[in-house]
T-cell receptor, first 112, second 111 residues
Framework: GESVGLHLPTLSVQEGDNSIINCAYSNSASDYFIWYKQESGKGPQFIIDIRSNMDKRQGQRVTVLLNKTVKHLSLQIAATQPGDSAVYFCAEDPRTGNQFYFGTGTSLTVIP | NAGVMQNPRHLVRRRGQEARLRCSPMKGHSHVYWYRQLPEEGLKFMVYLQKENIIDESGMPKERFSAEFPKEGPSILRIQQVVRGDSAAYFC?????????FGSGTRLTVV
């Protein structure tokens, strides 16, 4: 089956530092990826997406990098703030069905 | 635009009872997805519906679970004869193309 895995289950960073969250995916046919942020007690919230014809996309303080050669996705958060503390999921659209596949998630803790 | 609305936010059921979870998609969205999330885990796909049709229920247990999305009204995820293992957060998402918008979830506790 499909799998979307996270390299690190937890990540702690100092406030103001940059954060990098990694994700590996297994289906080379996947052509669309999304990063979600889930705060405690809430539903996942869209952060940024990227299509497979791109290798980088930037948003406000966030950048997603896609390396299709090694099937790796990363989320970079610049100047991490306490409000960034959450669990971050990557999700892939493998184009083989009607669903996105989600990884287990990385829990980001920002230390003031 | 109120977003994806789920209710109730919290639901407690005794073993053997029925749980009914409701989801109203975003205005204009006709695709509804249900996911289950166990503690410390990712989201697992259960079912994908469009109005009056189940498109993909490959992630839904064959017994006790059912889902519908009627022509009028919210989508309903129904769990009959709940067991402790059904305790989880159930999230609904809606879409009108690529990408989902999630609701805040229903946290089901079976006691």
């Amino acid at each position: 089956g499909e799998s979307v895995g996270l390299h690190l289950p937890t990540l702690s960073v100092q406030e103001g530092d940059n954060s990098i969250i990694n994700c590996a995916y297994s289906n080379s046919a996947s052509d669309y990826f999304i990063w979600y942020k889930q705060e405690s007690g809430k539903g996942p919230q869209f952060i940024i997406d990227i299509r497979s014809n791109m290798d980088k996309r930037q948003g406000q303080r966030v950048t997603v990098l896609l390396n299709k050669t090694v099937k790796h996705l990363s989320l970079q958060i610049a100047a991490t703030q306490p409000g960034d503390s959450a669990v971050y999921f990557c999700a892939e659209d493998p184009r083989t069905g009607n669903q996105f596949y989600f990884g287990t998630g990385t829990s980001l803790t920002v230390i003031p | 635009n109120a977003g994806v609305m789920q209710n109730p936010r919290h639901l407690v059921r005794r073993r053997g009872q029925e749980a009914r979870l409701r989801c109203s998609p975003m205005k204009g969205h006709s695709h509804v997805y249900w996911y289950r999330q166990l503690p410390e885990e990712g989201l697992k796909f259960m079912v994908y519906l469009q109005k009056e049709n189940i498109i993909d229920e490959s992630g839904m247990p064959k017994e006790r679970f059912s889902a519908e999305f009627p022509k009028e009204g919210p989508s309903i995820l129904r769990i009959q004869q709940v067991v402790r293992g059904d305790s989880a957060a159930y999230f609904c998402a809606s879409s009108q193309g690529h990408g989902y918008t999630f609701g805040s979830g229903t946290r089901l506790t079976v006691v």
